[in-house]
């Protein structure tokens, strides 16, 4: 009967302490765009909600507008 030692468990395809770093420094980045985007996302019916009427104000002047240079 022989036995098999193993010697050393550690391989090259063992997670390192720099590939450790990157990962979590990618999760980190990941999660910031998320943040933004979905501030973004959950403020854009605010954003639409406020320039909505402001665009129909404008076209509302612009029409009068229109209206009194072709009436002089």
Known sequence: MTTTHV?????????THRTL??????????????????????????LLSA???LAGTVAAFLTWNARELSRA
């Open 51 to 53: 320039l909505l009427p």
């Open 7 to 15: 010697a050393d468990a550690r391989t090259t395809q063992a997670p």
């Open 21 to 46: 770093a990157v990962q979590a420094a990618l999760l980190a980045a990941l999660a910031v765009v998320l943040t933004v985007v979905g501030g973004v996302l959950a403020s854009a019916p605010i």
